[in-house]
């Protein structure tokens, strides 16, 4: 089957896009939550479950506990207490644990072992996923249902010390609180003492129920010299004494209000080997837990060893104390020892609740739920509990009573315990399998584009793809059984859940066939290189292939590119190796331009009486440039003169001054928006611009902005086209106006703020109009075959309504990024695109690079907190989740598309046959490579500490990019298929 | 013309400079001094060679106004390649107002690289500059010589911008700190106004630029000696 190489790199990416979704589904599991949010408080607490005789207790217990004390201790591991440090550094702690009134625990982490994770799941009883975080974009603070904001609700009054991430996670939850940040990981005593200074004051005062610490400096002395280094005794010590502290001030006030309190000392991760954390190993995973209330009384001899639990455990153990509904999306289990001291009648009333609200989640997450084990025992207990309490209340035999109550617990223990597990599963566990079938589909289809590159890049720009050829085809369903029962044996023996796994066999089996089909056809196209490759070897008169400097760069920077994705630094500034290499791409520019002008004013100065006058033979470099084009593409006129003779005198210095004047543009754009991470605190102009002081400025330059983008747009369309334009761009400043962002000249006050409805929809009408008149001509050049010159127009039709939609969801500060894209465009494709004559896959490549930079430019960065999510709501009267997906998605990836877009309409205007098919291939492999790269890397840095804060979201923008990508690619292919049918 | 002696014999590398003149001398902290000696020193290095060695020594004896003149328009040309080198670093992204000093040091250093050896060679000459850093435009071992030091010298400026945004030169625990901060406070960055890194903006160009310079001078004879078979000028 012949494809154009177009149609060809657009089925690609779209597998592609197949693959990167299922990776992407495979790593980051969906996570188990309940959805009702905040208004679970309204919802009654489930009352006590009876047989026939009505139980009257509907109401949730009382606390257990007056004031609770919770001391997190960043980093403690398990053995630093339980272990021989904890002996000896921990004394009183060991006391505690050895023979008094407390309950001790190894509770055990999830993945990712960093801070804010945690919190979240000691405080939530959830296991929070990375999409969380995508989930709700713009605000930090933690929106599920958690201890700390219903025991706010209940009124009581929280105290907190240590972290502020706390904090941020629980903005205005605090009565009182003093944040500590911990720039300097060096600083370990400081940050403490910043804790422990309040700590005397605060135990004497009465006015608190909740009193939160959060130790970091344990933590910071595994970064920096690891968990065996001495200075962990010392640490070790100190908190030993501060527990005693508290521990001694709690107990002389439980003596005055014989109330008890309640003391927990736990860890958010542990610590590994060499003193880091974030992966899974087991001394990440463990950390101590110990409850300590003198209502845990114990007898002498009474050995309790500390039993392994989840650190889920803590919230709803936690709210049972406090009295508090347990949060809703918790899949902990109620540590039962807190409870065994009071009467069976609340043992029972306590598990019944924490199994009623695990099963209710369980309900919302799993449609079939009634068959998992965990719903059945719970369902089986309830009834027995019933039973139980009609025995109760009907005063029965108190031996028969008490067996049977006893009966009931274990039951509720068990039914918790399979509940909370099957839960948990759902979670917080990377799907391998998934992911690689993903990555396998990803990686093929690199393949196969790599492959094809020399025939893609012909002068038909069409190549064979061998999908019904017999040989392979025997291949084909061999590889298809293989892969078939390789895919029932791993689904089989699968103890976690797996996403592939639940697909239905169709779509597996599907999926399976495309696997099978894309080795196929990667085997045949190596099969036919090494044919070729032979045939050329026997073939020594084959032009030798010179690159030019240009394509050494092209080539070096998209190879460093790739390269340094593997250094989280790199990706957090990556937008430094996006300017450099842009600027580093106008230097090569430059280089080229003064070659070709002045070396022949050297070199041949028979001939060079003028410069204006221009002469005929080409200069060597030209020449070794054309045996490359050859090579690669034949079709173009390589022969003729570079028309960099032709030009005029004024022409001629523009060229010359081009390279400069882009340089020039992007560090103004460089200034406008810092971005990245290490250098995003410095000031900028967008910043300036923004504060409130400026806005005439701003409104002066937003308007400026706005009038050189018709000017530069309004060139090439059609009259009605003009007018929309400019009625559209009027629009924008509009809208501005109204929402309060810039100022009319006869406005002195901005006091009537609105959202800005009309306005933007006013603008909507306009980009619709302009982009349909734009495909009206696409449509109407197909059928007239001869004009070539509306199908020019249609081309730039639509690039000005997408250029217009920009500017309507640009902020206005970011205008003169709209403007200095469409200036560089021109300047590039008046003065060097056109006289200089390369090639379209060199073009493709610098319209990529450049769309790259300009989303930097925008001030994008590769975390996910730059994302504008404003631009989502231009025009919408309430939150609509596809256009505002749509809208949002565009302004965030405005420069790449603006640019592909330009490079459509630059080519089909400029040059005609295969440009168009060599483009889009290009296009699809330079974006496809990255992917590619990075999918692997991550792959292999899924245990690294900053997978989450760094690796994650850059793969997200990854994703989305390709997605993106598809769709310009089958724009391409699209435009192909009209000018091939014209 | 036949192959001569070492053709990179003009310029001994600046590297060896005994630090024992100085008081508390080391190349990383007093970076700008380091740089100020360094260039001095190949300067000189450079012009000696040329008086002694005379790479192209003209057969007519120039008036002593001439020489003057081609030595200002030497000086001039110096000067105007610095700013050309600064204003290029500016447009490469670094800061316009802040650090000038380090900048424009920078700047004269690259210059002393690849200026001063072409100014020697070739003399206030834009054109034959362009000749010889074109394909096959050179026409002597000594400007073979020239294109390869002054290329690795570029080179190594443009590979010593790369570590720039890797935390470098900085205790490790400070990166893993920032990037934990930020796993701690959901991703998000922001440490608005906190005390930044010691300043190190030019010296991992600076010291990119010396290597490749130094490589440049060791490659070039090499270079010159595994391609003396392919290596016929044309005579001008």
């Keep these: 089957m012949r494809l154009g190489s177009g149609t060809f790199a657009a089925c690609c990416v779209v597998i592609e896009v197949l693959g990167v979704a299922l990776f992407l589904r495979g790593f980051f599991p969906t996570p188990v939550r309940s959805s009702s949010r905040t208004e679970h408080q309204a919802e009654p607490p489930a009352p006590e479950p009876s047989a026939g005789a009505s139980s009257n207790w509907t109401k949730l217990p009382p606390p257990l506990f007056r004031k609770v004390v919770i001391m997190l201790i960043d980093g403690l591991r398990d053995d630093f207490v339980f272990g021989s440090k904890g002996v000896k550094f921990m004394p009183y702690t060991t006391y505690l644990v050895e023979k008094g009134a407390s309950h001790s625990f190894v509770a055990e982490a999830k993945l990712p072992t960093v801070t804010m994770p945690r919190i979240k799941a000691l405080m939530t009883g959830s296991l929070p996923g990375f999409i969380d975080v995508v989930r709700n974009l713009n605000s930090p603070a933690l929106l599920e249902d958690n201890v700390i904001t219903q025991a706010k609700a209940a009124g009581k009054r929280i105290i907190f010390y240590g972290d502020e991430t706390w904090v941020k996670l629980f903005p205005r939850h605090f009565v009182e609180y003093d944040g500590t940040t911990s720039f300097f990981v060096s600083d370990y005593t400081e940050v403490d003492d910043n804790v422990t200074r309040h700590l005397d004051k605060v135990l004497k005062r009465g006015d608190w129920d909740v009193l939160i610490l959060h130790y970091l400096g344990l933590d910071h002395i595994g970064h920096v010299s690891g968990p065996s280094s001495p200075l962990i005794g010392h640490k070790l010590r100190e908190m030993d004494s501060i527990l005693m502290k508290i521990h001694t001030s709690l107990l002389s006030e439980e003596r005055e209000t014989l109330v008890p309190n309640l003391l927990v000392l736990c860890g958010d991760h542990g610590m590994s080997e060499t003193g880091g954390h974030g992966a899974s190993s087991v001394e990440e995973l463990n950390t101590a837990l110990i409850l300590i209330s003198s209502a845990f009384e114990r007898k002498p001899g009474d050995i309790r060893r500390p039993k392994h639990v989840q650190q889920t455990d803590l919230a709803a153990t936690l709210a049972i104390g406090l009295g508090l509904p347990i949060p809703g999306s918790s899949v902990g289990s109620l540590l039962f020892p807190t409870v065994e001291g009071r009467p069976v009648r609340e043992q029972l009333r306590f598990l019944h609740l924490n199994a009623v609200q695990l099963s209710k989640l369980l309900q919302e997450n799993v449609p079939s739920y009634t068959k998992e084990p965990g719903f059945e025992q719970f369902k089986m207990s309830e009834r027995l509990h019933g039973n139980w309490i009609r025995l109760y209340l009907e005063e029965n035999n108190s031996e028969v009573l008490f067996n049977l109550g006893a009966k009931v617990r274990r039951q509720y223990l068990d039914a918790l315990r399979t509940l909370s597990l099957s839960l948990s599963r759902q979670v917080a566990q990377y799907d391998i399998y998934s992911m690689l079938v993903g990555t396998v589909m990803v990686l093929e289809v690199l393949a196969l584009l790599l492959l094809s590159i020399p025939q893609a890049l012909s002068s038909e720009a069409e190549l064979e793809v061998p999908l019904w050829s017999p040989v392979f085809s025997l291949l084909f369903y061999l590889m298809f059984l293989v892969l078939s029962a390789l895919h029932v044996i791993v689904c089989t023996s699968a103890e976690s859940s797996c996403y592939f796994c639940g697909l239905s066999w169709l779509t597996a089996g599907g999926v399976m066939a495309l696997i099978s089909a894309l080795l196929c056809a990667v085997g045949s196209a190596l099969a036919k290189m090494f044919a070729d490759g032979k045939f050329l070897s026997k073939n020594p008169a084959h032009p030798k292939a010179r690159w030019s400097e240009l394509d050494v760069l092209i080539l070096l920077g998209t190879m460093g590119h790739v390269l340094s994705l593997g250094a989280s630094s790199f990706i957090e500034e990556e937008h430094q190796t996006w300017y450099f290499l842009i600027n580093t791409l106008c230097l090569a520019l430059c280089h080229e331009i003064y070659r070709n002008c002045f070396l022949r004013d050297d070199c041949e100065p028979q001939q060079c009486s003028h410069v204006e006058e221009g002469f005929v033979s080409p200069a060597p470099a030209l020449q070794d440039r054309s045996i490359r084009c050859n090579m690669l593409e034949p079709h173009r006129v390589s022969k003729g003169p570079t028309s960099l003779d032709t030009l005029r005198g004024y022409e001629k210095w523009m060229v010359l001054a081009s390279p400069w004047v882009i340089l020039t543009c992007c560090r103004l754009l460089r200034s406008l928006n810092q971005t990245g991470v290490q250098w995003a605190h410095r000031p900028d102009l967008g910043h300036w611009l923004t504060s409130s002081d400026h806005k005439a400025e701003l409104s002066v330059l937003a308007a400026l902005s706005l009038i050189v983008i018709f000017a530069l747009v309004q060139r090439r369309c059609s009259l009605t086209s003009k007018v929309a334009m400019a009625l559209g761009l009027l629009g924008v400043y509009c809208y501005r106006a109204a929402i309060g962002n810039v100022l009319f000249p006869w406005q002195r006050d901005s006091k009537d703020i609105s959202k800005g409805v009309i306005e933007a929809r006013f603008v909507h009408v306009f980009v619709l109009g302009i982009l349909f008149t734009g495909t009206k001509d696409l449509l109407k050049s197909q059928v007239i075959a001869a004009d070539f010159t509306i199908k020019t127009v249609g081309l730039w039709e639509i690039y000005s309504g997408l250029v217009l939609l920009a500017a309507l969801l640009f902020r206005p500060h970011n205008l003169p990024v709209l403007v200095f894209s469409l200036f560089i465009q021109t300047i590039m494709t008046k003065f060097i695109w056109k006289p200089l004559r390369h090639d379209a896959a060199e073009i493709t490549i610098m319209h990529y690079w450049f769309g790259q930079a300009f989303f930097y430019f925008q001030g994008n960065s590769n975390s996910i907190a730059t994302v504008d999510v404003s631009a989502g709501f231009v025009g919408l009267d309430t939150y609509m989740e596809v256009p505002a997906m749509f809208l949002t998605a565009f302004a965030t990836f405005a420069g790449p598309v603006l640019w592909a877009s330009h490079l459509v309409s630059f080519l089909s205007s400029e040059t005609s046959g295969s440009a168009l098919g060599h483009a889009c291939f290009c296009y699809a492999l330079i974006c496809s490579f990255p992917v590619s790269a990075y999918i692997i890397l991550v792959t292999s840095l899924r245990y690294h500490l900053f997978i989450w804060s760094v690796f994650s979201p850059k793969l997200l923008y990854e994703g989305m990019h390709i997605l993106i990508t598809a769709a310009i690619c089958a724009f391409f292919t699209a435009m192909d298929q009209t000018n091939t049918k014209s | ?236």
């Design chain 2, 1 to 236: 013309m036949p192959l001569s002696a070492s053709p990179a014999a003009h310029t001994r590398p600046g590297i060896f400079i005994p630090s024992f003149f100085l008081e508390n001398f080391s190349i990383l902290e007093t970076h700008l001094t380091w740089l100020c000696i360094c260039s001095v020193f190949v300067t000189a290095v450079n012009l000696l060679l040329y008086l002694v060695v005379k790479p192209n020594a003209s057969s007519k004896r120039s008036s002593l106004s001439y020489k003057v003149t081609r030595f200002l328009k030497c000086c001039i040309y110096f000067l105007m390649s610095c700013f050309f080198f600064h204003v290029i670093f500016v447009l490469y992204g670094a800061p316009l107002i802040e650090l000038v000093l380090e900048t424009f040091l920078f700047a004269v250093i690259l210059s002393t690289f690849t200026t001063v050896p072409c100014l020697c060679l070739l003399g206030p000459n834009i054109k034959a500059w362009l000749r010889v850093f074109s394909r096959n435009g050179v026409t002597s071992i000594w400007e073979n010589s020239l294109q390869i030091t002054t290329i690795s010298s570029f080179i190594g400026t443009w590979l010593g911008a790369f570590p720039i945004p890797l935390d470098w030169e900085r205790p490790w625990q400070m990166a893993i700190e920032r990037k934990y901060k930020m796993c701690t406070s959901l991703y998000v960055c922001t440490r608005h106004g906190a005390s930044h890194c010691p300043q190190v903006w030019p010296i991992s160009c600076t010291l990119g630029a010396t290597f490749g310079y130094v490589a440049g001078l060791v490659i070039s004879p090499l270079w010159i000696y595994w391609n003396r078979k392919q290596l016929t000028y044309k005579n001008h």
